[in-house]
Nanobody
Framework: QVQLVESGGGLVQAGGSLRLSCVFS????????MGWFRQAPGKEREFVAA????????FYADSVKGRFTISRDNAKNTVGLQMNNLKPEDTAVYYC????????????????????WGQGTQVTVSS
């Protein structure tokens, strides 16, 4: 069974940066697509970023493009999300997700694509 454990959330002022990390265990990390989603209070969980098995293909929500960077370290079984120039509207619980299919196997923008989820980490951006 895959386990995902996120860390790195916290409180930051607008314009600041945070780096989230997600540690993967239980299966072969390099053969899982990885993604980040977020959920703000009263809203549905939404896609943030995803990357393919080898990390060669990355995708971002328009709202974070140019500010967030997703990356993976297959030697350390981790996926990171570097978040720069944070805005108050980025405030949410951020979730790490994994799936044994590569990204070309379905609609990875949808939560239903992803088989495994972490417990989430809170990110709060003050204005």
């Amino acid at each position: 069974q895959v386990q995902l454990v996120e860390s790195g959330g916290g409180l930051v002022q607008a314009g600041g940066s945070l780096r989230l990390s997600c540690v993967f265990s239980g299966r072969t990390f390099s053969r899982h697509a990885m993604g980040w989603f977020r959920q703000a209070p009263g809203k549905e969980r939404e896609f943030v970023a995803a990357l393919s098995w080898g990390g060669g293909n990355t995708f971002y929500a328009d709202s974070v493009k140019g500010r967030f960077t997703i990356s993976r370290d297959n030697a350390k079984n981790t996926v990171g999300l570097q978040m720069n120039n944070l805005k108050p509207e980025d405030t949410a619980v951020y979730y790490c997700a994994a799936d044994p299919r590569n990204l070309d196997r379905g609609n990875f923008y949808d939560t239903g694509f992803w088989l495994y989820w972490g417990q989430g980490t809170q990110v709060t951006v003050s204005s």
